[in-house]
T-cell receptor
Framework: QKEVEQDPGPLSVPEGAIVSLNCTYS??????FMWYRQYSRKGPELLMY????GNKEDGRFTAQVDKSSKYISLFIRDSQPSDSATYLC???????????FGAGTRLFVKA | SQTIHQWPATLVQPVGSPLSLECTVE??????LYWYRQAAGRGLQLLFY??????ISSEVPQNLSASRPQDRQFILSSKKLLLSDSGFYLC??????????????FGEGSRLTVL
C-alpha cells in the first residue's frame, strides 16, 4: 500500500463548477499537509499549506484535513480554465525530512 | 524574496554520455536543497537532499550523483546515462527553518531524454 493515494483522474468540469480533489494516507504521524499545482512542463508551485487538522481558506481555494479519517481535500470554487493543471497532495511528519507526494490529479476546466 | 533557477530546461543525450544539471537559489542563505525525479503518472521521487555545503544524502541508489560546491548551488550528475534516466528532474529548496515543516519550492524543471 502506498503511503499516499491520489486518484490520477483526469477530472473534467465546466467553468464555474466546484472542484473537489482528495488524497488518503496511511501514516498517522503526518502533521504537515500541502497542495501543489503543476502546469504542463513546469515545476510544482505551493498552493496551500496546513498544519494538523482543520480548514484553511485562500481566495477560491479551501484545504481540509481530517486526521481521524486520514483524508485531505482541496476545494476550488468558481473554477476557471486557468485552474486546469495537475494537483499534487503532499505530506510530512514531524521530525522527518522527507515530503511524500501523491501521484497527482489532472484537472481540466472547460470554458 | 527567494528565487530558484534550474538549467538546462531540456536535454537530449545519448546513452552512455555524461549529465550535469545545475540549480541555484537566490535570496536566502543555507537553504536545504533537493533533487526530485518525476515520472509520468507517478509522484515525485526524492533522489538527493543537502543541508549544507558538501553534505549530500542519497535516497535512491542509482546511476546519479549530486554535489553542493557552494551554499546555494546544487548539481545533479551522471558519468554514463542509461535509458532509464529519462525523466523530468526538479530542483527544490526549503528555507533553513522549514526543513521539518516541508514547504518546498521548486524550480522549473529539466526534461531529460536519453536515446
Amino acid at each position: 500500500q502506498k503511503e499516499v493515494e491520489q486518484d490520477p483522474g483526469p477530472l473534467s468540469v465546466p467553468e464555474g463548477a466546484i472542484v473537489s480533489l482528495n488524497c488518503t494516507y496511511s501514516n498517522s504521524a503526518f502533521q504537515y499537509f500541502m497542495w501543489y499545482r503543476q502546469y504542463s512542463r513546469k515545476g510544482p508551485e505551493l498552493l496551500m499549506y496546513t498544519y494538523s487538522s482543520g480548514n484553511k481558506e485562500d481566495g477560491r481555494f479551501t484545504a481540509q484535513v481530517d486526521k481521524s479519517s486520514k483524508y485531505i481535500s482541496l476545494f476550488i470554487r468558481d473554477s476557471q480554465p486557468s485552474d486546469s493543471a495537475t494537483y499534487l497532495c503532499a505530506m510530512k511528519h514531524t521530525g522527518g525530512f522527507k515530503t511524500i507526494f501523491g501521484a497527482g490529479t489532472r484537472l481540466f476546466v472547460k470554458a | 524574496s527567494q528565487t530558484i533557477h534550474q538549467w538546462p530546461a531540456t536535454l537530449v543525450q545519448p546513452v552512455g554520455s555524461p549529465l550535469s544539471l545545475e540549480c541555484t537559489v537566490e535570496g536566502t542563505s543555507n537553504p536545504n536543497l533537493y533533487w526530485y525525479r518525476q515520472a509520468a503518472g507517478r509522484g515525485l521521487q526524492l533522489l538527493f537532499y543537502s543541508v549544507g555545503i558538501g553534505q549530500i544524502s542519497s535516497e535512491v541508489p542509482q546511476n546519479l550523483s549530486a554535489s553542493r560546491p557552494q551554499d546555494r548551488q546544487f548539481i545533479l550528475s551522471s558519468k554514463k546515462l542509461l535509458l532509464s534516466d529519462s525523466g523530468f528532474y526538479l530542483c527544490a529548496y526549503t528555507l533553513p527553518s522549514a526543513f521539518f515543516t516541508g514547504e518546498l519550492f521548486f524550480g522549473e524543471g529539466s526534461r531529460l531524454t536519453v536515446l
